[in-house]
């Protein structure tokens, strides 16, 4: 496996999803880099701007086994993961798998249901496996979970878990289209009202388990200078530090932004980790992970302001 290849299929992937995916370049990225880095994604948006829609082409693109579970209110546990059913046949437990098994998950509306059913995907997410009544069962090394959730101002919502939402590498913005490219949306599915089937645009897969696996290795073999991890520490401390947030990045956090900069080093057709690289992830990798304190909120600051402070402050090896 070298970068020329990595990067072809980034190309192919890309053209896949934009069969019915108008626009939204930098959230495709974000989830090529997150599904290099073995990473999840969330996706933020109002309803209408096709996460949904994006999710599933994304995971048509793959040739992985993937699920879909509709979070909802009386969503329980149990429905995510599994359980143990008694067998009266052969009068012994036997284990029902919830949709969690498979290597692609799209939990869709995920702060629909209660902090009870979303914690249902800590260990999922973390370990890359499941525990049912006592026994660990494995989901495979490719096991992703891509999210979307609308803004917490939506009514029937529930705020995700810090715990939670620091095992995602990548929370995303889904915004409104532009003009062009809303036109072309309404031009390609303006004659249905009902989403569309991506058997009518025949996306194809373009990677697999194997290319996953090697991507990774080489990844892992990608030189990451001194003063880059000195970088991607020192950006992480700040926020620990900064005054106007309660909670900074946590050292997991440090960890998967200094994973996720070697993804797009590959990405760009390179062996080595720039700032840069650094730089361009810090947003969508600590958005989600710090807090703001409540003087903070109070005077109407943002994380996405907080964290450019920190950025422009921190200074960044040449």
């Known amino acids: 496996m070298d970068q020329k290849t990595v990067q072809d299929v980034r190309e192919r992937l890309r053209a896949e999803v934009h069969r019915v995916v108008v626009g939204q370049d930098a959230v495709i990225e974000l989830m090529v880099v997150a599904l290099l880095a073995e990473g999840h994604v969330l996706l933020e948006g109002v309803p209408g701007t096709a996460k949904t829609l994006l999710a599933q082409t994304f995971a048509a693109t793959l040739d992985l086994p993937f699920k879909r579970i509709q979070f909802t209110p009386d969503l329980m546990p149990g429905d995510v993961v599994g359980t143990n059913v008694f067998d009266f046949q052969s009068r012994t437990f036997v284990l029902t798998r919830g949709p969690v098994f498979t290597s692609v998950l799209l939990a869709d509306e995920v702060n629909r249901t209660p902090p009870k059913t979303q914690s249902a995907l800590l260990q999922a997410m973390q370990e890359r496996s499941v525990t049912i009544d006592g026994t660990t069962h494995s989901l495979g090394d490719a096991f992703m979970v891509i999210a979307t959730q609308n803004p917490i101002e939506q009514e029937g919502t529930y705020p995700l878990p810090e715990a939670q939402l620091d095992r995602f590498l990548f929370k995303v913005p889904v915004g409104y289209p532009s003009l062009a490219e809303e036109k072309a949306m309404v031009q390609l599915h303006g004659h249905r009202t009902a989403m569309a089937r991506l058997?009518?645009?025949?996306?194809?897969?373009?990677?697999d388990l194997a290319f996953l696996q090697e991507t990774r290795a080489l990844l892992?073999?990608?030189?990451?200078?001194?003063?880059?991890?000195?970088?991607?520490v020192a950006l992480a401390r700040a926020t620990r530090q900064h005054p106007s947030l309660l909670c900074g990045a946590s050292p997991r956090a440090a960890s998967m932004l200094a994973t996720a900069a070697r993804a797009r080093a590959v990405l760009d057709g390179r062996d080595f980790v720039l700032p840069d690289d650094v730089k361009e992830l810090v947003r969508p990798a600590f958005g989600h992970r710090v807090v703001l304190s409540p003087g903070a909120e109070v005077e109407g600051t943002t994380?996405?302001?907080?964290?450019?402070?920190?950025?422009?402050?921190?200074?960044?090896?040449?």
Do not use: H, I, N
Not at 199 to 207: I, L
Not at 220 to 232: F, I, K, N, P, T
Not at 308 to 318: E, K, M
């Open 303 to 318: 994380r996405e302001a907080v964290l450019q402070q920190v950025v422009d402050q921190v200074p960044a090896p040449r």
């Open 199 to 207: 058997a009518e645009f025949k996306v194809s897969p373009v990677a």
């Open 220 to 232: 892992a073999g990608l030189r990451m200078a001194d003063e880059v991890v000195d970088y991607v």
